[in-house]
């Protein structure tokens, strides 16, 4: 690979312009040898990223890659909606890689090939590693819009929970949009949103427990009696303890590196978990990866759970702390 193309890549992330290029003295006929040997991939007409980078990436680093690079090839324009969210490095969901949004100037939107353009006016702009992008709380909004749901709600638990953002902030981006553009269906998904959730599987598992029409609290604390400590778990339905299961916490791998040091001890103190959460009276239902996409078996699950519930009235069991929200 060209040193100065490689230089400008390492510099930027991994993507840069034609133009940054030329402004460095490569010429077209340098970029088209780096293009067909594989150093660089063009992602779009004047947008390349850095072969290697992109080889090792998956499809959501490349979608954020892409996003980056075409960015980089609009100078003037802003970066918005699920592509300004990837940027931001949050988590994406149920979203649209050959999608991308861009704020410039024009006074109407339009779309083609997959780029979409927006009117940038009194739109305020942040930059993450040189690239221009709208504010996390609009892209959540916006990202609402466009993908629905399940894209904003993932990464708008992320952005509260890491202080990217506020629900003040997201509630003031839905009041800037006319009924006609969609203001109630963004509001929606911001009221659901949870800074307390962890991971997007969390997020994802509690979506699927609002849509059965279920009532709950996220991040609970369960105590005995006594006000001991028992454990914290992802949410507790009607009584139910309802956890995503990301599998990672049974690998050796995965573990504290204070802790134990094989899956089998990390496995068993699970278990020493889930034994005193049920003496506590709340039956224990995971949940994983594949069973997201069935919200059917989901609800027979916590309804079979909840009628194993003790039905006496025994202040036995448990004092519930919900922690603070944000």
């Known amino acids: 690979m060209d040193t100065r193309l490689q230089a400008l890549a390492g510099s930027q ?27 660089v991939v063009r992602v779009r007409r004047g947008a ?30 802003v970066l918005s909606h699920h592509a ?54 609009r892209a959540v909004v916006r990202a609402a819009l466009t993908m629905g749901a399940e894209c904003a709600v993932v990464a708008g638990d992320a952005a509260l929970h890491s202080g990217r953002t506020t629900e003040e902030e997201l509630r003031a981006e839905v009041a800037l949009l006319s ?11 911001v009221l659901v949103m949870d800074g307390r959730a962890e991971s997007p599987g969390e997020s994802r598992t509690r979506l699927v427990v609002d849509d059965l029409g279920l009532e709950h609290e996220s991040q609970v604390e369960l105590r005995d009696v006594d006000g001991r400590f028992v454990a914290r778990v992802d949410l507790l339905v009607e009584g139910v303890v309802v956890e995503f299961d990301g ?5 050796a791998d995965g ?24 003496r506590l009276g709340h039956p224990v239902v995971r949940v994983v990866w594949s069973e997201l996409d069935r919200p059917e ?6 309804r079979a759970a909840r009628q ?19």
């Open 13 to 39: 992330g991994g993507t840069f312009s034609a133009a940054q290029a030329y402004a460095r003295g490569v010429t077209d006929a340098d970029l088209l040898a780096a293009t067909r040997s594989g150093a």
């Open 48 to 77: 390349f990223v850095s072969g290697v980078l992109w080889g090792a990436s998956d499809e959501d680093a490349r979608f954020r890659l892409r996003a980056s690079a075409i960015a980089r090839s609009r100078p003037g324009d």
């Open 84 to 137: 300004a969210l990837a940027v931001h490095g949050l988590p994406l969901w149920a979203h649209d890689p050959a999608r991308i949004d861009l704020l410039t100037r024009t006074r109407r939107g339009s779309s083609r090939n997959g780029l979409h353009l927006h009117p940038a006016a009194g739109v305020d702009v942040v930059e993450v590693d040189g690239v221009r992008t709208v504010s996390v709380a």
């Open 179 to 189: 009924p006609h553009e969609g203001r109630s269906r963004a509001l929606e998904c």
């Open 247 to 251: 599998r990672v916490k049974y690998r």
């Open 255 to 278: 573990a504290d590196p204070d802790g134990p040091e094989s899956a089998g001890q990390v496995v068993w103190l699970e278990k020493k978990r889930e034994d005193a959460i049920r």
């Open 297 to 302: 078996l989901i609800g027979s699950r916590i």
């Open 308 to 326: 194993l519930r003790p039905h006496r009235n025994t202040p036995a069991a448990t004092k519930v702390h919900a922690l603070q929200h944000w």
